[in-house]
């Protein structure tokens, strides 16, 4: 019996290397099929995973943009236990609808104020070194609270691209509690003049509720809508999208989630 016990801590770290191994799996680039209502444009889109998060959370709807025809995938970039950026991929700058998957080695951390470092950190590696002028982003949960803490703490730097859409996938950005204000939503407040280096962006603002219940399970839709105070009176257009009856984790895996945030970045508008 002692020998068998004995393999106990092989066997369990073996299956959290597997674990980790597979969770860092993203699926090949692929390319677009051809969609006549897809606008295509050279603008790339960012894709950040929230606490947790891996590659997973965005695998399967990234092969469905390629094969539905609206985005081709054509970066990873991993931010490693080190805080160094490693690029996957090869990017010419031509792609129709470039997608890029973020990953992040530490994805268990406190709060969110390091993934706040690496989006900016990751933004500026890619005006650096491909030149992007202008991009979308994709956040889910902790990974959108830190676009926003991003957007608004460091929008205005030049070394950075110019924010055109962001959708936030069931976002907390106010996460007070009754006897104690959120220092990181009194951030935003604070700093929310840095918005108009971003005017004309888009922010979509979409948030479950589930029957019954002013939450999607995890996040209270207070705690999502706090970003009107933000935003408010500033140049950036913003939306809200409630999606009744889809818990926090679907947001980010259901089929209609797939086809909203298609339709919101590259279904062509009607004039």
Do not use: C
């Amino acid at each position: 019996m002692e020998n068998k016990w004995r393999w106990l801590p092989v066997v369990l770290g073996g299956g959290w290397l597997g674990y980790h191994w597979l969770s860092r799996r993203t699926g090949r680039p692929l390319p677009k099929a051809a969609r006549p209502d897809s606008q295509a444009t050279p603008t790339p889109t960012v894709f950040i995973p929230g606490w947790g998060g891996n590659a997973w959370t965005y695998n399967g709807m990234l092969r469905w943009f390629a094969r539905q025809g609206y985005a081709a995938k054509v970066l990873t970039v991993r931010v490693d236990y080190r805080n160094h950026l490693h690029f996957r991929g090869t990017w010419t700058g031509q792609a129709d609808n470039p997608t890029i998957q973020v990953l992040f080695d530490r994805n268990l951390t406190l709060d969110y104020r390091q993934q706040t470092r690496w989006v900016t950190q990751i933004l500026r590696a890619l005006h650096r070194r491909y030149g992007v002028t202008s991009y979308n982003a994709v956040a889910h949960s902790w990974g959108g609270s830190a676009m926003v803490q991003s957007l608004v703490q460091d929008g205005a730097d030049p070394s950075l691209p110019r924010l055109r859409r962001l959708i936030l996938l069931g976002t907390p950005v106010d996460e007070s509690q009754t006897d104690q204000p959120d220092p990181a939503y009194q951030r935003l407040l604070t700093l929310r003049q840095n918005l108009w280096a971003n005017a004309g962006a888009e922010i979509h603002n979409v948030y479950g509720r589930l029957a019954g219940h002013a939450t999607d399970g995890q996040v209270p839709v207070w705690q999502a809508t706090a970003l009107r105070e933000v935003v408010a009176q500033s140049p950036i257009h913003y939306t809200e999208h409630p999606i009744p009856g889809l818990g926090h984790g679907r947001l980010h895996s259901a089929l209609k989630m797939w086809q909203l945030i298609a339709q919101l970045l590259w279904v062509k508008k009607d004039d």
